[in-house]
T-cell receptor, first 116, second 112 residues
Framework: AQKITQTQPGMFVQEKEAVTLDCTYD???????LFWYKQPSSGEMIFLIY??????QNATEGRYSLNFQKARKSANLVISASQLGDSAMYFC?????????????FGTGTRLTIIP | DARVTQTPRHKVTEMGQEVTMRCQPI?????VFWYRQTMMQGLELLAY????????DSGMPKDRFSAEMPDATLATLKIQPSEPRDSAVYFC??????????FGPGTRLTVL
């Protein structure tokens, strides 16, 4: 079974609209972390946001927020007021366990294109 | 602004040649990771180190790949001999324990 599933290979969104990128995960470990990374066409991987499994509130970083629904095992990324510079690949990743396991498993990514 | 650095950024080589990629993790980080990204396989973990000790290299083809950390400021990934199927982008990332991993710019390898 896939540990991280991103079901949207590509999305087109009008500039200034909000965007939701889907991510579901599979783990039996009660302690885990969820990450989102952005990869623009230049190729670098940019960390966006982190959510711990025990965090009570949804994580937010500027225009990015993580819609964490633990019971549904989903960790969707929400980008508010999208900009042309948001066009990129977006990867969801998970770290299972806590201390002693630092490995990340990545999803296949979603290519987001912002339309002017 | 602390960053992970990787050299070279681009490498074109011929099949059978040795390739060495280098990574300087962020100062103070104690975990270092090597990932490979291809269109077919996506992002795969090849190997990782904690406090310079190799912890997991199960994702790495053992017969031709090797990863080392000669000191805390340098991690290397070697391929010998290289093959066309090794063509990919190789990322190094570093972190502090199980905290966020920060990625370098990657090395784009082309094996002809």
């Amino acid at each position: 079974a896939q540990k991280i599933t991103q079901t949207q290979p590509g999305m087109f969104v009008q500039e200034k609209e909000a965007v939701t990128l889907d991510c579901t995960y599979d783990t039996s470990d009660p302690s885990y972390g969820l990450f989102w990374y952005k990869q623009p066409s230049s190729g670098e991987m940019i960390f966006l946001i982190y959510q711990g499994s025990y965090d009570q509130q949804n994580a937010t970083e500027g225009r990015y927020s993580l819609n964490f629904q633990k019971a549904r095992k989903s960790a969707n990324l929400v980008i508010s007021a999208s900009q042309l510079g948001d066009s990129a690949m977006y990867f969801c990743a998970m770290r299972e366990g806590n201390f002693g396991n630092e490995k990340l498993t990545f999803g296949t990514g979603t290519r987001l294109t912002i339309i002017p | 602004d602390a960053r992970v650095t990787q050299t070279p950024r681009h490498k074109v080589t011929e099949m059978g040649q040795e390739v060495t990629m280098r990574c300087q993790p962020i100062l103070g980080h104690n975990t270092v990771f090597w990932y490979r990204q291809t269109m077919m396989q996506g992002l795969e973990l090849l190997a990782y180190f904690r406090n310079r000790a190799p912890l997991d290299d199960s994702g790495m083809p053992k017969d031709r790949f090797s990863a080392e950390m000669p000191d805390a400021t340098l991690a290397t990934l070697k391929i010998q001999p290289s093959e066309p199927r090794d063509s990919a982008v190789y990322f190094c990332a570093s972190g502090l324990g199980s905290d966020t991993q920060y990625f370098g710019p990657g090395t784009r390898l082309t094996v002809l």
